[in-house]
């Protein structure tokens, strides 16, 4: 199983843990769906949606998912990334600096489709444990 795959089994199940203690969450998995840049799953909750884009382990999105981002935040919809760090699943909030960094517009660096390792600095990782709880 890839790295990627196994953030998304993990983010399943807490999200499945979620709906069942809060029956006014629902999720659906957008991957495979539509098209090409959707982040991975749509959370709807007391009327608001957010969308979750998996990685294996670091926040960077690829070009088209962070235009795509950018414009589900246009929107009013809130953004997250959420990946796997020493086997606990962190999820971070997508920011507009955070979207013009993966779009390359940042530093002059042009990141390639297959996205990048650097990471965001440590003040804007919004880690959580995989009960909701912040780390």
């Known amino acids: 199983m890839t790295p990627e795959t196994q953030t ?19 999720f659906t998995s957008l991957s495979q769906r539509f098209q090409s840049g959707l982040p991975d799953f749509m959370v709807v909750e007391a009327g608001k949606v957010a969308f979750i884009e998996a990685k294996a382990s670091n926040n960077m999105l690829r070009p088209l998912q962070a235009h795509v981002c950018e414009k589900l935040m246009q929107a009013g919809a809130a953004v997250y990334v959420a990946y796997l760090k ?50």
Do not use: Y
């Open 8 to 26: 998304k089994k993990k983010l399943k199940a807490h999200l499945l843990a979620q709906m069942k203690a809060s029956p006014g969450l629902w």
């Open 86 to 135: 020493n086997n606990r699943l962190c999820f971070e909030a997508v920011t507009s600096t955070h979207i013009e960094l993966c779009k390359g517009k940042i530093h002059g660096r042009k990141h390639n489709t297959g996205g990048t390792k650097r990471k965001l600095s440590e003040g804007e990782d919004r880690s959580v444990s995989s009960n909701g709880e912040s780390a």
